[in-house]
């Protein structure tokens, strides 16, 4: 099991459909641990909470600072059962838009990868090799909420989540700084509106030889000013975000 901590991934984590057929699994939250003044606060998720059947257990303050993992606690800590699934799960859904994480080991980095394959429509993400645990706590807060709305996929090496999306028909672009084909260039844009696995380095080093050998090309982020590079989340949603707009055509959904 792992904590979500705070009204909005509470919120998120109530919403998420349970998954019959997995003992122990009816629930998307077993406990919810909730402050007075959060529940004051909060009094109809609360209940939503009760009427689920979890146990719900009133707590001091105090006691939520111990168990909380965040400075300014908000009150509100849920008890989630995991939620991955396994490669062949997602692969049986079609998708058409898939992110592979290859040893990226940032959670804060990873959450907010999530967080964004989520706003572009991805189909999952797929935690691979030494990549972070998903249920690191600072991973669950950076995703958002996102961690409970799509797919992911844990324990699988690198070359095998590749192969993987490969026999379902993606094609795999690696994000590599190094790349001569630009993410910009006119003949990638029919290519970015087909099943796509964009596959993404580590933090630090990026890709190294061997994994980006594994893609089907290999693509820049083109930077027009003086930085270096880029940060993994934000060249992340630059290309998922390519993806989208190639695959829905330019239509997007605004609040």
Known sequence: ????????????????????????????????F??????????D??????????????ISGELMAELAQTVTPQGLLAVCPFIDVPVGALISAAPRLVVVLANVRDPGNAGTVLRTADAAG??????????????NSKCVR?????????????????ADAVAAM???GLAVLAADGSATLGLDDPG???RLGRPTAWLFGNEAWGLPADLAALADERVAVPIYGRAE???LAAAAAVCLYASARAQHGGAAQHP
Do not use: C, K, W
Request: hydrophobic share 50%; charged share 15%; glycine share 10%.
């Open 229 to 231: 590079s880029l940060n």
């Open 188 to 190: 990638l844009a029919v």
């Open 166 to 168: 490969r026999e379902a």
């Open 122 to 135: 991805a189909a999952g993400v797929i935690f691979a090799g030494a990549s972070v645990d998903p249920y």
């Open 142 to 158: 950076s995703s958002a909420g996102s961690l409970f709305h799509l797919p992911i996929v844990l324990g699988v090496q690198v």
């Open 45 to 58: 998720l609360v209940a939503a909470v009760a009427a689920t059947g979890a146990p719900v257990s009133e």
């Open 34 to 43: 909730v402050t007075t003044a959060a529940r004051s606060r909060h009094r």
């Open 1 to 32: 099991m792992f904590l979500a901590e705070g009204p909005q991934a509470v919120r998120e984590a109530l919403g998420r459909p349970g998954q019959p057929g997995r003992p122990g699994q009816a629930r998307a939250i077993r406990e919810l």
